[in-house]
């Protein structure tokens, strides 16, 4: 009979703690304060505008018309058409601003057969200019490269084009074009700043 | 018969083999003798122990060649024109293909107006352009630094390596290397930039080359390159513009300079010649 007790009263307390199972919380179901607190919960104190206005895109430039083929090819059974892929990266920036475009082409006329250089050009639609990015040559495969590097910022253009000119070309304005793709355009988060933040109300007249 | 197998064996393992072995010993010594100096005719080797031995013992390779008793022939020395030979060649060099011009002067004509000369600079080995413009105020106004009137100037390097037929860089990549320079410009707004350029004459297009972003206020410069040539263009102007600025053609021109050119340069459009296919 006293055993019994015994053994009721241990089996007893040791269920006192089942009691809390419900809403006890281990030590492992709290996270470390480093974890990230993702979605409504995220507190941050990150303002974009601290960062320079980056844009980085990569675009497919294709042929601005319908392609005639001129064959399968040597055993090739797929019908090719002159492509690019240009990358573009821009930083806006007042003390020194970066840009590049890398272009690489392919199944574009031979320079060879075409007896005449790609020329590379960023245009804005709105003012019509064209910014020249340089000449290159496409190998057989139609295979040509350009890497173009300037101090500049590049958001104003809307449309990257290759065109065709002839070997040597004393003429700057651009011949026929080969190939095109539009850029699509920036969307900078620019937030206008509260006044009440400024140290120099006044300066916001600039903005 | 027996015992005369016996000695036979002995005979042949005690003086025989002795006598063929020390025999084959002496051939080879002997058969090695006349080789042991020079033992080969190979030229062709410059390391190694051949190469070493042939360096050793018979440091006048040439005699090998022409012989002990050859001279070199005493014509055509100090002559730039074709060799007695070989009418087709001669002055060969990485410069200039084959010397066959109609005159053998040997005296530098200068400017000589009758000097003929078939040299074309567009057929050179080395396509380069290398100008140096200076840069001047388009609208001069009247700036003072520190009290002292000052003039705002410029100075752009343009050098142009290599062109689209692969010569000069070996691959037909023209580079244009671009410099600039700029001291005394007027000081501008923290919302106004410097922007270089390259204008043509015939178009009006402007190629742009960066935006300049004054250093010490006053003075700016720029390093650019660009795979394209730029012999076509005529001026380098240096415009004003906003920052940041939606409109990407020039502005208002601070400074400008002309490209002159060069009396060596041959001003034909080549492309005249040679259209698109």
């Not at chain 1, 031979?110 to 709105?126: K, N």
């Not at chain 2, 060596?264 to 259209?275: A, D």
């Amino acid at each position: 009979m006293r055993k019994l007790l015994l053994t009721i009263a241990i089996v007893a307390l040791l269920s006192l703690s089942a009691i809390g199972l419900e809403t006890y919380k281990t030590p492992f179901d709290f996270p470390p304060h480093t974890a990230p607190r993702i979605g409504v919960q995220r507190v941050t104190n990150y303002d974009p505008r601290v960062n320079f206005q980056h844009m980085r895109v990569v675009v497919y430039l294709g042929p601005p018309g319908p392609v005639q083929f001129k064959g399968a090819g040597r055993g090739g059974s797929s019908a090719f058409y002159p492509r690019a892929t240009a990358e573009i990266q821009s930083t806006t920036w007042y003390g020194y601003p970066k840009s590049k475009v890398d272009i690489n082409t392919k199944d574009l006329t031979p320079s060879a057969d075409l007896h005449g250089v790609y020329e590379a050009w960023l245009v804005d639609l709105d003012t019509g200019y064209r910014n020249s990015l340089g000449t290159f040559t496409a190998a057989y495969g139609g295979v040509g490269e350009l890497q173009y590097d300037v101090n500049n910022y590049l958001d104003a253009y809307d449309i990257i084009e290759i065109t065709a000119e002839p070997y040597d070309d004393s003429d700057v304005l651009p011949g026929p074009v080969v190939l095109v793709a539009s850029i699509p355009s920036t969307n900078y988060f620019n937030p206008e700043p509260k006044s009440s933040k400024m140290v120099n109300p006044s300066a916001l007249s600039t903005y | 018969m027996i015992v005369a197998v016996s000695i036979l064996k002995r005979c042949i393992v005690r003086i025989v083999f002795p006598v063929l072995i020390i025999a084959l010993f002496l051939v080879s010594i002997v058969a090695a003798l006349p080789t042991f100096q020079v033992y080969d005719n190979n030229i062709d080797s410059y390391a190694g122990q051949i190469a070493r031995d042939r360096r050793i013992f018979d440091p006048y390779t040439r005699d090998r060649y022409f012989g002990a008793d050859y001279y070199r022939p005493y014509q055509n020395f100090g002559q730039k024109g074709p060799t007695n030979m070989l009418l087709n060649t001669g002055a060969k060099s990485a410069y200039s293909s084959v010397f066959n011009l109609d005159t053998n002067s040997m005296t530098n004509e200068g400017r000589n107006p009758g000097r003929i000369s078939n040299w074309d600079p567009k057929v050179r080995g080395y396509p380069r352009l290398d100008k140096s413009v200076s840069l001047l105020p388009y609208d001069p106004v009247e700036q003072s630094l520190a009290q002292t009137p000052v003039l705002a100037q410029g100075t752009a390097r343009l050098l142009s390596i290599g062109d689209v037929y692969g010569s000069g860089m070996d691959k037909p990549f023209p580079q244009t290397q671009i410099q600039i320079v700029l001291q005394n410009i007027p000081p501008s707004d923290d919302n106004e930039i410097y922007e270089a350029w390259l204008l043509d004459d015939e178009t009006g297009y402007a190629l742009n080359l960066g935006i300049m972003k004054p250093a010490a206020k006053t003075t700016a410069e720029l390093l650019f390159t660009i795979p394209r040539m730029v012999y076509m263009f005529e001026h380098v102007i240096i415009t004003k513009e906003p920052f940041p600025d939606e409109d990407p053609r020039p502005g208002e021109i601070i400074l400008a300079g002309n490209i002159d050119p060069a009396r060596s340069q041959l001003t034909i459009n080549p492309s005249y010649f040679e259209r698109l296919r």
